[in-house]
């Protein structure tokens, strides 16, 4: 909204909405096909057009990690030997070390926002981040961050660290397993940008219970949760037991 953002609490950087309202309820109702356990009334009573374009606060940390973590690995191979199997196991002790440089970690910044789906609809493209302008907010809602760079710190570490681990742990796909045993991983932290991100929301009730579901404004990608009606499914459940049972109750008759 034009005019609510001064001084401090001015974002640096904006991304515009790519995804239209239409292309986020197309993409809704997408999600809903092919799910044969969704409640007929979930759908029927969704107030699907009630999606909302938001702009969603973002931290965005720069930084590096650099690190060595220690695996047990092993490869095992199975042989017949006159009349046995024999199974033959090599256990390694594998290190490895690095270090890895980031840009523009996403941490929302809106205690509103659920960290997993804001995490989910990831990735963006960042080449596409503009300097902010209150140009890009009419007609969305635009929100203001609620946690503090000191307090989201943790997660952004943690996703680097993550992020390190994950890479050695790439370079050992050469083993049939590979445990990590310890690591010494030590992060550096860099400058942090503050950003709105387009996000696509749609918050629904149904049956007493709340869902919510998240569409990245600018790929598209879309998570949600979603209802299961039990009554279909043990009723699926039956007609598939039903006949089953039908055919063991056979064989026996015929022992």
């Not at 609490?9 to 092919?34: C, I, N, Q, S």
């Not at 918050?203 to 979603?226: E, P, Y």
Request: a negative charge; glycine letters at 8%; one cysteine or more.
């Amino acid at each position: 909204m034009p005019g609510q953002f001064s001084g401090a609490l001015k974002p640096e950087f904006v991304l515009p909405f790519k995804m239209t309202k239409d292309d986020a309820v197309r993409a809704l109702r997408a999600h809903y096909r092919g799910k044969p356990f969704l409640p007929r009334t979930f759908t029927a009573g969704n107030h699907i057009e009630e999606i909302q374009g938001v702009y969603v606060p973002f931290w965005l940390f720069d930084g590096g990690a650099e690190g060595e973590v220690d695996y047990k690995a092993a490869n095992s191979r199975t042989y017949r030997d006159d009349d046995y199997e024999v199974t033959e196991t090599d256990h390694y002790d594998v290190h490895r070390g690095g270090s890895i440089a980031f840009e523009k970690i996403p941490v929302d910044a809106s205690s509103k926002m659920p960290d997993d789906h804001m995490d989910s609809i990831e990735p963006y493209d960042y080449a596409g981040l503009k300097p902010f302008s209150t140009a890009y907010l009419p007609g969305f809602l635009a929100d203001k961050y609620d946690v503090t760079v000191e307090d989201s710190h943790d997660r952004a570490d943690g996703r680097c660290s993550a992020s390190l681990e994950g890479a050695l742990r790439r370079t050992t796909t050469q083993y049939d397993t590979c445990v990590p045993l310890q690591q010494d991983i030590h992060l550096h932290r860099g400058k942090v940008h503050y950003a709105l991100l387009p996000v696509w929301m749609l918050h629904t009730k149904w049956s007493g219970k709340d869902f919510l579901f998240a569409m990245n404004g600018q790929t598209g990608k879309l998570v949600g949760d979603l209802p299961t009606d039990m009554g279909k499914f043990w009723g699926i459940f039956a007609a598939i037991a039903a006949p089953v049972t039908a055919i063991a109750a056979a064989i026996l008759m015929l022992i």
